[in-house]
């Protein structure tokens, strides 16, 4: 199995859908996850943490089933400058606290 | 907002040849990374530096690659030797907690040919 991998994409929806992408991890020791955006040739930028208990930040929300290993999130009200790749990050830490990083979604929102 | 800083932003060079890419952190971060990301594919973990040392290292960073923190302020990555397959991109990361998520740097983009 693969250490962190997301839906394969790419997701195309029109401005203002709701879309969710999801990730499975393979430690179930790990303790810090992510989401990061890229935009074509750009680094990646953190797009929020994500906490047991799940969390939202504006039209973002995050959520984390320990038991299944299973990262998601939830776009609401896409807006076209949401267009990017998803990026899936998990620390696994029997490999120090490196984090990996999902092979990403791609997202267009389309107008 | 502070920013991890990565020059050159472009360096092509010939097969064999040795670069060195450049970094300059967050300057109160303690951890420092590299990662790459060869065209079209998933971004890798290199490295892991804290404490002037290297804390973590991936299959991907063998002996062609080094990492130094000379005077405080740049964190450099060189990879002696250049292969046609170390042709990607190159991000700097920093944070300051081994748990935090990092902020990165804009890139190198290291063109092998």
């Known amino acids: 199995r693969k250490e962190v991998e997301q839906d394969p994409g790419p997701f195309n929806v029109p401005e203002g859908a709701t879309v969710a992408f999801n990730c499975t991890y393979s430690?179930?020791?790990?303790?810090?996850f992510f989401w990061y955006r890229q935009d074509c040739r750009k680094e990646p930028k953190l797009l929020m943490s994500v906490y047991s208990s799940g969390n939202e930040d504006g039209r973002f929300t995050a959520q984390l089933n320990r038991a299944s290993q299973y990262i998601s999130l939830l776009i609401r009200d896409s807006k076209l400058s949401d267009s990017a790749t998803y990026l899936c990050?998990?620390?696994?830490?029997?490999?120090?606290?490196?984090?990996?990083f999902g092979p990403g979604t791609r997202l267009s929102v389309l107008p | 907002e502070p920013e991890v800083t990565q020059t050159p932003s472009h360096q092509v060079t010939q097969m064999g040849q040795e670069v060195i890419l450049r970094c300059v952190p967050i300057?109160?971060?303690?951890?420092f990374y590299w990662y790459r990301q060869i065209l079209g594919q998933k971004v890798e973990f290199l490295v892991s530096f804290y404490n002037n040392e290297i804390s973590e290292k991936s299959e991907i960073f063998d002996d062609q690659f080094s990492v130094e923190r000379p005077d405080g302020s740049n964190f450099t990555l060189k990879i002696r030797s250049t292969k046609l397959e170390d042709s990607a991109m190159y991000f700097c990361a920093s944070s300051n907690r081994e748990d935090y998520g990092y902020t990165f740097g804009s890139g190198t983009r290291l063109t092998v040919v």
């Open positions: 430690n179930s020791a790990s303790q810090s």
């Open positions: 990050v998990v620390n696994m830490v029997n490999y120090g606290q490196n984090f990996v």
């Open positions: 300057s109160n971060h303690l951890y």
